[in-house]
């Protein structure tokens, strides 16, 4: 495995002609490496500032979008004014410049390291003559030279982009895209690649930057110089007494003392168990390692962890399986590697209990390390170990996973067939990696572990890299790997391709391998290390907050031209009547989708295309839809769906079969992968930088899976959702058409709601005050767009609703709340709409009774009878025991969860019961708010057991959207349904008499 990489040997090498050349015009820039890299930066900056006022739409991102998605370029650039177009034309003029700089800067440094890096010199600046350095080297002087060529590509792509402005239409683009994306590729691997192995040095960098300090110009080759110097007398040492050891113990007398009952000679008062202090003083070293182990058995029994596993049973796509499961057990083998790694670091660092330190007598160490043979001997099987760990956990994962299935399930021929070949196929894979470890593992390295005395911390990472060279550089590399797939957009592409079980474990990789790093260099107590990184993180997580929600610039007038209440239920009951001779009743449907994560999601979505497959015309009547969380990405899924559709011939069936899609797509991976990755590096940064805001992954994930499935309309809608909530329903042909979206949020500051609303709420607050009437149907509730006076894409403002805790953070937004004090600082951030209240019930009343309002001024004119469909998916416990492990931590979780899932319940009997004047719930009488309520909840008590993340196995879906037929079914054949169906049915000209269904409903 870690034999492929290079390890310290002799062995000759001569330069080259072009090495030597690169290195002629490399050195004339050595000086100023540090230099032109700050000066990178700097332009880099200037360039993001120019970009800033086309947010996602700048220019080179347009070229990205032709790249990787197709999508035409010209459209966006056409609806640009002059002066952007001219701001565009300078960003890419000031670009040219910037590759200049860029590239010079990228293979001065590469040049550099692949010269005078610790892989490739020794003391005095010597060169090694080892497979290390001249791998390290050939691999520098390689990617230099690809610097050239992506700065080619870089060119190439300005001068196209530039012809752009003077195109009057995308002819010829049709072949261009991929061309294009080879042209893109080519000028983006260089410069990863460049960055991935100067990163491979971070003590050259630190070095490096010394140097600009005063009087410190020769910093670098001094301060490596010592190291290297310490490093090569350490190295000649242990050399020395493992070849003293070495000799004792094949002394054959020798040998039978110390076999003898495992006493070494000249100590017979040593207990028999010694050997159990040293092993416990080894384990105390790798300690961290077996946390993290520890973690990964909890976090992979989690809900989302067993449905992927059951998409692997159920799924119908073989080739989606195999590929899936390829990359788990491939990133299994790099976590194992990566344990492997960096279990031998802590075991170099960490000294073993119960040994005698060793001294720098070559034949006093000889000796101790002779006496303790028999105690020290299992430590070079403990990265072994470690190798096989991960596999075992997640063996017991998968075995844990399969016994929690429901019966029906766990008895299916075809998931038990599938459950026997994965379990083969993780026992395969982890026998084969621990024996190629085995295979490679150094002889006697131990005996370097036990002589290893740490000092400070660059030293012993000077140290290591000569011991362990081929180790150091798997790691570092590995770690640079990760950061520079997930930190870019494209890491979001990658989390989706590769899985939840693969972004987890190459997650701990990185976790293992830093935290090493942490664990190296924290020297208590000149080094604080640890202590440092944490009272750094705290003091900047006060200046770095990157959650600042998007939003659509140069929209101020769209969102005051939001109709209102008065204007668009007019409209609405208009287009409804006009062309009807029936002057009776009309239904007004008001739909409450409760939160509860994909599940509320794919439930809300069923129903809906449920509701419109039995009841035509039913979505007609649907004045809105009030969403919490899943519920509103549900509800926003199928209306978005349903614009899509609406050129078309309305197509019911091919909806559904969408709509099941999108609720199916993978929004965990990349959600837990921004979380993990870019979320973590953030927190380290002094100031934010939005473009990694770890909740915008999540909304990219769903906007994707949407546009995947509307091909024929595709650049239309893109168009308007990509950057419009309000427009959605601003075209007036289709001002009316679709159901309106009320999205539920919360402030978290305040514990207010918050609702994004395409009506005016008609409740400002009233200067000086900053107070709202109280008679107002929606006081203390804030109306985001009179907030902000600005339009979001449609995306954020789905999942402005869906902030579920942890995983997404809330999102930022400036501006003052209604009924707080003038002097409060105007910003506040919005989470998931369920803390303030889940079941979207609250909202879906205020508005009934805002109609109500309206239409009770003039009853001739408004002839209309209010319905109240309330989608519920949550199940309350029945389970009443108390929690004991680590109460204090997962009681607030816990009980915020209980809480949400509880008030359903709470409010369906209020609504319901409560407030009905009659207690018989089959009498249709009006309540005394006057509407007729309806619940459709969704029956968990058997079948699958649909979990509360953001991924639902296709087959699930599919099982749901069967479950809400039948129960709607079953629903149809109450009174209050046969009445609104009766209303629908009259206004439509279809049947009169709904007739009864014959339904399983048992």
Not at 484 to 507: D, E, K, M, N, R
Not at 633 to 638: I, L, P, S
Not at 683 to 701: C, T
Not at 908 to 913: I, K, N, P, S, W
Request: proline share 5%; net charge positive.
């Amino acid at each position: 495995m870690l034999s492929a990489l290079p390890q310290n040997s002799p062995e000759s090498s001569s330069d080259s002609h072009l090495s030597l050349r690169m290195e002629q015009f490399a050195k004339r820039w050595y000086r100023y490496r540090v230099p032109l890299l700050l000066l990178s930066i700097l332009v880099a900056s200037v360039l993001l500032f120019l970009e800033s006022p086309f947010g996602e739409y700048h220019i080179h991102a347009l070229s990205q979008k032709l790249a990787f998605s197709h999508q035409s370029p010209f459209l966006t650039i056409q609806s640009w004014s002059a002066s952007q177009q001219q701001l565009a034309q300078l960003e890419i003029l000031i670009d040219n410049g910037f590759i200049l700089i860029y590239g010079l800067t990228l293979f001065t440094w590469c040049v550099f390291f692949a010269l005078h890096s610790l892989f490739v010199v020794g003391a005095d600046g010597s060169e090694l003559h080892t497979p290390t350095a001249r791998f390290m080297k050939r691999m520098g002087l390689i990617i230099a030279l690809l610097v050239l060529v992506g700065m080619t590509a870089d060119f190439i792509e300005n001068i196209i982009m530039n012809t752009w402005f003077y195109s009057q239409e995308d002819s010829g683009t049709s072949g261009l895209p991929w061309l294009w994306t080879i042209l893109i590729i080519l000028k983006f691997f260089p410069v990863v690649a460049a960055v991935w192995y100067i990163l491979l040095h971070p003590l050259g960098i630190l070095y490096s930057f010394i140097e600009l300090g005063p009087g410190q110009k020769e910093a670098y080759a001094i301060k490596q110089n010592s190291i290297q110097t310490y490093a090569q007398t350490q190295q000649h040492y242990m050399a020395e007494v493992k070849q003293a050891t070495l000799l004792k113990t094949a002394n054959p007398n020798l040998s039978q003392r110390l076999n003898d009952r495992g006493k070494p000679p000249g100590d017979p008062k040593k207990r028999r168990f010694h050997w159990l202090l040293a092993f416990w003083s080894s384990l105390l070293g790798v300690q961290f390692l077996i946390y993290l182990l520890i973690f990964m058995g909890i976090i992979i029994n989690l809900d989302q962890f067993d449905e992927i596993f059951f998409l692997w049973l159920s799924t119908k796509g073989n080739l989606q399986i195999a590929g899936t499961v390829l990359f788990l057990l491939l990133t299994l083998v790099g976590l194992g590697a990566m344990l492997y790694v960096t279990s031998k670091i802590l075991l170099y660092l960490k000294p073993i209990k119960g040994i005698a330190p060793p001294t720098q007598s070559v034949s006093i160490s000889a000796n101790t390390l002779t006496n303790h043979f028999s105690d020290y001997r299992f430590v070079q099987l403990l990265p072994l170990v470690f190798v096989a760990l991960p596999f075992v956990i997640t063996g017991w994962a998968f075995v844990s996973s399969y016994r929690d299935l429901p019966a029906i399930e766990r008895d299916t021929p075809l998931y038990i067939l599938r459950f026997v070949l994965l379990i083969i196929a993780l026992i395969l894979t982890g026998l084969v990696t621990v024996y190629r470890f085995w295979r490679s593992h150094r002889p006697n390295e131990e005996t370097e572990m036990l002589l290893f005395t740490s000092t400070t911390p660059t030293r012993d990472y000077a140290l290591l890299v000569r011991l362990i060279p081929g180790s150091m550089i798997f790691g570092q590399a590995l770690l640079n790997i990760l950061l520079l797939v997930f930190i870019p957009s494209v890491g979001l592409t990658v989390a989706q391709l590769i899985g939840l079980h693969a972004v987890l474990l190459l997650w701990l990789c990185a976790v293992a391998y830093l935290g090493t790093l942490l664990i190296q260099f924290n020297k208590l107590p000149l080094y604080p290390l640890i202590l440092i990184v944490v009272l750094y993180a705290l003091i900047v997580s006060m200046f770095n907050d990157n959650s600042a929600i998007r939003q659509t610039p140069d929209t101020a007038a769209i969102v005051s031209s939001r109709p209102t209440f008065e204007n668009y239920f007019d409209r609405w009951y208009r287009d409804r009547t006009k062309k009807l001779t029936d002057t009776s009743e009309i239904p007004v449907v008001i739909i409450a989708a409760e939160g509860g994560g994909i599940r509320a999601a794919a439930w809300t979505a069923a129903c809906l295309y449920q509701l419109d497959s039995l009841i035509p015309d039913f979505s007609r009547y649907v004045f809105g839809i009030s969403g919490v969380s899943g519920g509103s990405v549900g509800a926003a899924t199928y209306i978005a769906l349903q614009r899509a559709n609406a050129a078309r011939v309305h197509n019911l069936s091919l909806i559904g079969a969408q709509s099941r899609d999108i609720v199916s797509h993978d929004l965990i991976a990349p959600t837990v992968a921004s979380m993990l990755f870019r979320g973590g590096v953030h927190n380290l940064s002094p100031a934010p930088v939005y473009a990694l805001d770890r909740n915008r992954w999540l909304e990219d994930a769903w906007e994707k899976a949407l546009f995947d499935h509307i091909p024929d309309e595709r650049e239309a809608v893109r168009l308007t959702l990509e950057k419009s909530f309000l427009t959605y329903y601003d075209s007036p042909a289709d001002s009316t058409r679709f159901p309106l979206l009320f999205l539920n949020s919360s402030v978290a500051e305040t514990g207010q709601k918050a609702l994004l609303s395409p009506l005016n709420l008609g409740n400002p607050p009233l200067s000086p005050t900053n107070k709202q009437a109280s008679n107002s149907h929606f006081y203390d509730v804030v109306d985001l767009f009179a907030v902000t006076r600005a339009d979001i894409p449609f995306k954020t403002a789905t999942f402005l609703s869906a902030r579920f805790p942890f995983v997404t953070s809330g999102g930022r937004v400036d501006g003052q709340l209604p009924n707080m004090k003038s002097v409060c600082f105007p910003a506040f951030h919005l989470i998931d709409g369920g803390y303030v209240e889940n079941t979207g019930i609250m909202t879906a009343i205020q508005l009934i009774r805002r109609l109500q309002q309206l239409s009770q001024r003039d009853t001739t004119r408004y002839r209309v009878r209010y319905y109240l469909l309330s989608l519920h998916n949550g199940q309350a416990t029945d389970n009443a025991a108390a929690k004991l492990t680590f109460r204090f931590l997962s009681e607030p979780l816990t009980g915020f969860l209980s809480a949400a899932g509880r008030q359903g319940f709470a409010l369906d009997q209020l609504v319901a019961y409560t407030l009905k004047k009659h207690s018989d719930p089959l009498n249709d009488q009006p309540n005394d708010l006057q509407f007729t309520y309806i619940n459709f909840s969704l029956d968990r008590t058997r079948g699958h057991q649909y979990p509360l993340g953001w991924y639902l196995s296709p087959t699930a879906a599919d099982s749901l959207n069967a479950t809400a037929a039948r129960q709607l079914c079953c629903l149809l054949n109450t009174p209050q349904m046969k009445s609104l169906e009766a209303y629908i049915a009259r206004k439509s000209g279809t049947a009169q008499t709904p007739l009864n269904r014959s339904c399983s409903c048992n």
